[in-house]
């Protein structure tokens, strides 16, 4: 079964670059990886250009221009150009360890999505990784360990993997920390609600408006923590001038019980052809 790796990523390559090449370290390699480009300048793509030769994976790029942040419109297109029965959505600042993809794929179950997270490096140590490119889906635990006693990782909890059992299946419904950074869902259930969004522009809530919806469909929320973690690099925030209104549309979005979305994935379907 193929698995789409959905990576969204704007203007920043050297961190893109990180994830890509963690990327090809993983242990179940029957996976497909799409950047979704939410509008970069050509440094992002003669990155790609020069990285892709050394890849061992397929890799798409898939551009929208520059005019605001779209980001449930551009992970719709990737999806469009995607081939993957699952997939699954991550950000080009979080580098996945070696078992990201076959951590995922043991979680799967039908009728559920897979809610992963993240652990946030510190700014001083995000600019070294950066700087000197370094590896770092490649550290020991014990290399974390004193990774966190000198403040260079916020957490260490969720790198861990650990048996969390009846855990997992505790928020069947609880939107709150659905993130596309790391999530996990089939394919299907994607089209069934028709994808993300598009009406959501600026940052904020697109991706729990998509694990609404979800809901709404009977799909269930799945816990990927303690398995699925990703290093999250630092970076500034993003403008959050639209998340009132998109507050506002996600609100009404759930007292209107939305099954799907009228401005969706399927906008994109005769183009990917």
């Known amino acids: ?37 939410d509008g970069s300048t050509a440094e992002t793509a003669n990155m790609l250009a020069d990285l892709s030769g050394s890849l061992s994976y397929t890799l798409k790029h ?31 600042d979080c580098v996945p360890f070696a078992s990201f993809i076959e951590r995922h794929m043991s979680l799967k179950e039908d009728g559920w999505f897979v809610r992963g997270n993240r652990s946030m490096l510190s700014k001083e140590f995000t600019e070294i990784v950066l700087d000197e490119s370094l590896p770092i889906h490649r550290y020991s635990k014990f290399t974390w360990l004193k990774r966190r006693m000198n403040k260079s990782i916020k957490r260490l909890l969720p790198l ?16 709150h920390g659905v993130k596309t950074c790391n999530l996990g869902l089939w394919r299907k259930d994607f089209e069934l609600v028709n994808g993300f969004d598009e009406r959501y522009i600026g940052w904020g809530r697109e991706d729990a408006d998509l694990a609404v919806r979800l809901f709404n469909n009977g799909i269930r929320r799945k816990e990927g923590i ?48």
Request: glycine fraction near 6%; proline fraction near 3%; charged fraction near 20%.
């Open 62 to 92: 898939v551009w929208q221009e520059d005019v605001g942040f779209r980001a449930g419109t551009i992970r719709n297109k990737a999806v469009a150009a995607s081939q993957g029965t699952y997939l699954i959505f991550l950000d080009g």
């Open 160 to 175: 861990l993997h650990l048996p969390i059992g009846w855990y997992r299946k505790s928020k069947p419904i609880d939107w």
């Open 1 to 37: 079964m193929l698995t789409s790796i959905i990576v969204s990523t704007y203007n920043q390559p050297d961190m893109l670059k990180l994830v890509l090449t963690a990327l090809n370290d993983q242990h179940d390699k029957n996976f497909e990886v799409i950047v979704a480009d």
């Open 226 to 273: 303690c398995a699925t973690c990703v290093l999250h690099l630092w970076h500034p925030e993003s403008d959050r001038g639209q998340l009132e209104a998109n507050d506002t549309l996600l609100e009404q979005q759930i007292i209107n019980k939305t099954k799907r979305a009228e401005d969706g994935y399927t906008n994109h379907l005769q183009k990917s052809l």
